[in-house]
């Protein structure tokens, strides 16, 4: 196996793991189409990459090469981006963000996305393709982000996350906006599958929340946290509309659910 400069290997019982600990600017106008499998997930590999998708939000792209073209002409020729919607991620190693320049982020993921940071099917190196399932071997960790804004993906709609651990990483409300280490204001269904948050603080006015600030339910829409905790510190400079993993959930009638599996 070849030992990369920048990276840290862990050995895990019969598997090795790469902690990926890049820092700095996010340079990347897209996510390389070779990360795309067949089945339609995008594997983010680095740090890099996954700065970007945070960065970006909802204006991911995808980095189209033409194989058409001569080698010493693709480089030279500027790439294809495509859109990328209702996009289904998988984190394929634990990462060190901590050092990431761009701290402060706006972006939103309001399309149908799916998170995941497990490492499934057979428990070796990590594998690109497949299917993830809520019996994934490891949940990646990704540690060290120190970010003002409404969360770590900032206002989300319709939005699965599952198999993830975030650790040491501090969020912080820009102004006085609903704020949570994953998001901070959600719309439409969310489910939060095996999802923990260990130490690390939020912080915000009104609104805050270990995991969401602010659960803003839709007609017949569901909200499931399933097997999730959170040990950050919760700081809310406001008297109001706090809490452990939920800041405030509001529910139009009774066709609108929260629920807490444990």
């Known amino acids: 196996i070849a030992i990369v400069a920048n990276k840290r290997y862990n050995l895990l019982g019969n598997s090795l793991f790469v902690v990926d600990n890049w820092g700095g600017v996010v340079t990347m106008s897209g996510l390389p189409e070779e ?12 740090a890099h990459e996954l700065a970007y998708v945070l960065e970006k939000g909802d204006d991911v792209k995808i980095e189209k090469q033409s194989a058409s073209l001569s080698s010493t002409r693709a480089e030279e020729a500027k790439p294809e981006l495509i859109d990328v919607t209702n996009p289904k991620y998988h984190i394929c190693n634990d990462i060190d963000i901590s050092k990431w320049a761009e701290q402060t982020s706006t972006a939103r993921f309001t399309e149908n996305v799916v998170i995941c940071g497990g490492n499934w099917g057979e428990n070796t190196t990590p594998i690109v393709g497949g299917t993830p399932t809520n019996d994934d071997k490891k949940y990646f960790t990704v540690k060290g982000l120190n970010m003002t804004a409404n969360g770590i993906f900032g206002d989300v709609a319709n939005f699965t996350l599952q198999n993830f651990r975030f650790g040491g990483c501090t969020m912080t409300a820009p102004e006085s906006n609903p704020v949570g280490m994953i998001a901070g204001t959600v719309t439409g269904s969310l489910t939060l599958t095996h999802v923990s948050i260990d130490g690390g603080e939020v912080k915000g006015s009104s609104k805050v929340g270990g995991l969401i600030g602010y659960i803003e339910s839709s007609t017949n829409s569901v909200a499931t946290l399933d097997n999730c905790a959170s040990s950050a510190i919760i700081t809310a400079t406001a008297t109001d509309y ?11 009638d009774a066709s609108e659910t929260l629920n807490f599996n444990n």
Do not use: M, P, R
């Not at 990360?35 to 680095?46: A, L």
């Not at 706090?242 to 139009?252: H, M, S, T």
């Open 35 to 46: 990360n795309v499998s067949d089945d339609g997930w995008i594997h983010i590999k680095t």
């Open 242 to 252: 706090a809490g452990a993993l939920v800041g405030c959930f509001k529910g139009n």
